[in-house]
């Protein structure tokens, strides 16, 4: 690994280089903390998102999924107690003009001692500014004392308009998350299915939040994508639910997503972590290079959300079940899994990043699983002669239907291989002369680097999907 740059800034730069991720409007210079998915980054992020989806909705018989609109009805956030709530408090430098959350404010203190304890939250806010231990705290940037605001609340949401005219026109939010469309629509979804708790809804789409603070890369975004499901259960049997989800959701990342095991870990939520809405929460962490980060919540919601909005419409009726077995009502508890895509995203390519030798040359090569590999498979003709791309463009065709190939037939071999190991293409499968006589190919191995037995052109299908569908 090239130890001078952090593996971010590799990654950062290999992600640009080869149109995995880059800067948005990049001809304007960018905007802060947005990002576009170039042509191998859309291909990983569906691909993500699309084994997400067979995971929790395809393969289980109890799980549908909706695709609900951006912008709800407003009185959606203050039954969600997101407009009250949703907040980040803020505290600015009268000398710098430097702005910082008060999270961030603390962390700093806390690093430099210039506080021994952190002060008690108190009205949702960590720090008294009355208190001497505020009028302590030096400012992260300039390190003057006693120049800190009093910290002020910021609401995370982007607000918007809907009409032509801002004078008059009907204020509304960009969903910071996507769970509340799934609440809001599950009375549809109950009449339109026979769905009887526990049972659960997903989605996967955009989310905003005015961060105050974002970055890391794709890590923190004001605009990203969430993949979330909410899970309706009899009240009473969230923690059996909870640990049911854990394990499922940590297998996936393992065992479907192939990231290494000693790089993720859970997190439990202190009682002074958890968010409004929830009563017990678990973190699935991934050891990025700044450190254990979320990057999956698993959460305990209980039944606040559909409470809520049962005050909040009217419509308590319509949101409660109703057993018809036992004739009871209720109002199912909610156990939530909610992922970030682009987070999750970020985790697969550090944890695929690797460098080794070959033939005294350093290889980078993306060992990303198959199954989420942009291209799944290159075809190489080994010449541009002699009938060999034709041959070749055989191959291609067979495949395309099902798996995303990618067609080279320019420059020598080795660096054509060089550039798929880049991209993290699994297999190579190479058409030479040996191809015209007895219709085989060589199938070179992305990890392993080994040509085995040469499969013949029709067995290439199989073998690919031996490997993506396993
Ligand atoms: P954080 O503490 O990092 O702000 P959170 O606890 O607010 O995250 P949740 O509200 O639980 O996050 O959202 C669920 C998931 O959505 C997170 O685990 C993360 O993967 C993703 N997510 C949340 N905020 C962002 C963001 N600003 N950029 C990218 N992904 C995000």
């Not at 203190?109 to 231990?133: F, M, Q, R």
């Not at 972590?273 to 979320?294: N, T, V």
């Not at 009938?387 to 660096?415: C, T």
């Amino acid at each position: 690994m090239a130890k001078e740059k952090s593996l971010m800034d590799v990654i950062v730069a290999l992600a640009k280089r080869r149109g995995f991720v880059m800067p948005t409007s990049e001809i304007y210079g960018g905007i802060g903390s947005s990002y576009d998915y170039g042509p191998l980054g859309i291909e990983l992020k569906r691909k993500l998102a699309d084994l997400w989806w067979r995971d929790m909705v395809r393969s289980r018989e109890n799980i549908v999924g909706i695709d609900s609109a951006i912008i709800y009805h407003p009185r959606t956030w203050e039954a969600s107690g997101h407009v009250d709530g949703f907040v980040d408090p803020l505290v600015d430098c009268r000398q710098c003009k430097s702005r910082f959350k008060e999270d961030d404010l603390l962390e700093h203190a806390a690093k430099a001692k210039g506080i021994e304890t952190p002060p008690i939250k108190e009205n949702g806010l960590h720090l008294d500014p009355d208190s001497p231990e505020y009028a302590k705290l030096p400012c992260p940037n300039c390190g003057n004392r006693g120049t800190l605001t009093p910290p002020r609340a910021f609401n995370l949401m982007f607000k918007t308009f809907i009409g032509p005219v801002e004078e008059g026109a009907s204020s509304v939010f960009l969903r910071p998350e996507t769970a509340q469309g799934i609440y809001t629509d599950y009375p549809q979804v109950l009449n339109s299915t026979r769905l009887r708790p526990p049972f659960g809804i997903a989605q996967i789409g955009k989310a905003f939040r005015n961060e105050i603070t974002p970055g890391n890369f794709i890590f923190r975004t004001r605009e990203f994508e969430q993949m979330e499901m909410q899970y309706f259960i009899v009240p009473g049997t969230e923690d059996e639910t909870i640990e049911f989800w854990k394990e499922e959701r940590m297998r996936f990342w393992r065992e479907t997503c192939g990231i290494r095991e000693e790089n993720l870990r859970f997190h439990t939520h202190g009682p002074d972590e958890l968010a409004h809405y929830a009563k017990s929460a678990f973190d699935i962490e991934y050891q990025f290079p700044f450190g254990w980060s979320e990057f999956e919540g698993i959460h305990n919601r209980t039944d606040y959300d559909l409470k809520r909005h049962a005050e909040y419409s009217g419509k308590e009726k319509d949101l409660m079940y109703f057993d018809d077995q036992t004739r009871e009502r209720y109002l199912p508890f909610i156990v939530e899994t909610s992922a970030g895509l682009n987070r999750a995203l970020l985790a697969i390519l550090l944890d695929a990043y690797h460098e080794d030798e070959v033939d005294g040359n350093t290889r980078v090569v993306l060992k990303l699983d198959p199954k989420l590999a942009p291209y799944t498979a290159a075809i190489l003709p080994l010449t541009k002669k002699d009938g060999l791309p034709e041959k070749a463009r055989e191959l291609f065709n067979s495949l395309k239907h099902e798996f995303n190939v990618f067609y080279d037939e320019s420059g020598n071999i080795g660096r054509r291989y060089r550039r798929q190991d880049e991209a993290g293409t699994p297999f190579c499968f190479t058409v030479d002369h040996q191809t015209l006589e007895d219709g085989t190919v060589t199938i070179r191995d992305r990890d392993t680097l080994d040509q085995p037995d040469r499969p013949k052109m029709e067995q290439v299908i199989n073998l690919l999907r031996d490997k993506v569908y396993a």
